[in-house]
């Protein structure tokens, strides 16, 4: 059982379109992070959301995370096919210093 | 910024044989880093958090005797995947944490493993 499930699993949708991905646990974070994956690449951070209810925007994304840290949510607004890639949420607990990464969402944005 | 170094990036073996994964911090010391693995557009699985100067700490279901990690010193970790097998073949990722509270972790690139 994935302890932060992403949804959707698969994502392909056009240029311009927005989008939303969904990284949900019933457990409670002191941080989470997204990082996005290329083909045969290591994951690259995105974004790292520490306060609940916080807000943050990259250009076109704006993540969430949720007012109990339970949740987090990516918005990309005007999807380019440059943004497709493997979407992975990851949280962090208290003071651990290994991360649970969510099950991840494969976007692709075709031209 | 910081950069993670893995080595090699791909690699082709036969059956039976071992292979080495290195992964290195390149501008900053690395007390503790993590071993992952992962298959085609799937998340990555934690398979053992390798500590500087100790033994490494496997996640459960991973066998220690076929995945050897090696630690020796706060630049450089290796995963050893032993008398390798077709099931074994995967992308490995490896993580770095430099030393201080809050600091973030950075990945590797990652070494794609094909067992024949």
């Known amino acids: 059982t994935q302890l932060l499930e992403q949804s959707p699993q698969f994502l392909s949708i056009q240029e311009g379109e927005n989008l939303t991905v969904y990284c949900n646990s019933s457990?409670?974070?002191?941080?989470l992070q997204w990082y996005r994956q290329e083909p045969g690449e290591g994951p690259v951070l995105l974004v790292t959301?520490?306060?609940?209810?916080e807000v943050k925007k990259l250009k076109r994304l704006t993540f969430q995370f949720g007012d109990a840290r339970k949740d987090s949510s990516l918005h990309i607004t005007a999807a380019q096919p440059g943004d497709t890639g493997l979407y992975l949420c990851?949280?962090?607990?208290?003071?651990?210093?290994?991360?649970?990464f969510g099950s991840g969402t494969q976007l692709t944005v075709l031209p | 910024g910081a950069v993670v170094s893995q080595h090699p990036s791909w690699v082709i073996c036969k059956s039976g044989t071992s292979v080495k994964i290195e992964c290195r911090s390149l501008d900053f010391q690395a007390t503790t880093m993590f071993w992952y693995r992962q298959f085609p557009k799937q998340s990555l699985m934690l398979m053992a958090t390798?500590?500087?100067?100790?033994?490494?700490?496997?996640e459960q279901g991973v066998e220690k005797d076929k995945f050897l990690i090696n630690h020796a010193s706060l630049t450089l970790s290796t995963l050893t995947v032993t008398s390798a097998h077709p099931e074994d073949s995967s992308f490995y990722i490896c993580s770095a944490r430099a030393v201080g509270a809050g600091s973030p972790l950075h990945f590797g690139n990652g070494t794609r493993l094909t067992v024949t």
């Open positions: 390798s500590n500087e100067g100790s033994k490494a700490t496997y």
């Open positions: 959301v520490v306060t609940g209810g």
């Open positions: 990851a949280g962090a607990k208290g003071s651990a210093r290994q991360l649970t």
């Open positions: 457990s409670v974070f002191s941080s």
